[in-house]
């Protein structure tokens, strides 16, 4: 899969600013689409972040759809210097079990200052196990 050199560049600046939290769940950004307004992210989860033998914490399972929705919004503009949650609904559909899954975030309607975003979770099968839906706040960087 060859990316052009705007997602290369958009993919570098998303890592230089990634909180190291992401590398704990094993996360790599594998793709942005400007176009689609989207961010496509993996995630290795290990045995350490699961209950009853290999299901993933709830919380583990918000936080990656949290992130790659939230970079979603970072790509769409480089002058995006914040982005805090102002609301977010997980619907679990399936367990999401340990291992490699796939996380894509997109950008459902964005003003200035409040971005609409929705993404899924799938498993290595390809079954959606969640979905989110959040409402961000952005700040964007100062220009004066």
């Known amino acids: 899969m060859n990316k052009s050199?705007?997602?290369q560049h958009t993919i570098a600046h998303l890592n230089k600013f990634r909180e190291p939290f992401l590398d704990d769940l094993g996360c790599t950004i594998i793709g942005v689409d400007a176009q689609a307004q989207s961010c496509e992210m993996t995630f290795d989860i290990s045995q350490r972040y699961c209950h009853s033998g290999d299901i993933i914490q709830g919380g583990f399972v918000a936080a990656m759809l949290d992130a790659v929705t939230t970079h979603a919004i970072f790509a769409s503009n480089e002058?995006?210097?914040g982005v805090s949650t102002l609301e977010l609904k997980v619907s679990y559909l399936e367990a999401s079990r340990r291992g490699k899954l796939t996380a894509i975030g997109r950008i459902e309607k964005m003003s200035r200052?409040?971005?609409f975003v929705s993404g899924e979770l799938t498993n290595s099968e390809g079954?959606?196990?969640?979905?989110?839906s959040s409402t961000a706040k952005i700040r964007l960087q100062r220009t004066d």
């Not at 079954?127 to 989110?132: D, F, N, P, S, Y």
């Open 79 to 81: 002058n995006i210097s």
């Open 113 to 115: 200052s409040i971005a």
């Open 127 to 132: 079954l959606v196990t969640a979905k989110i």
């Open 5 to 7: 050199h705007s997602e």
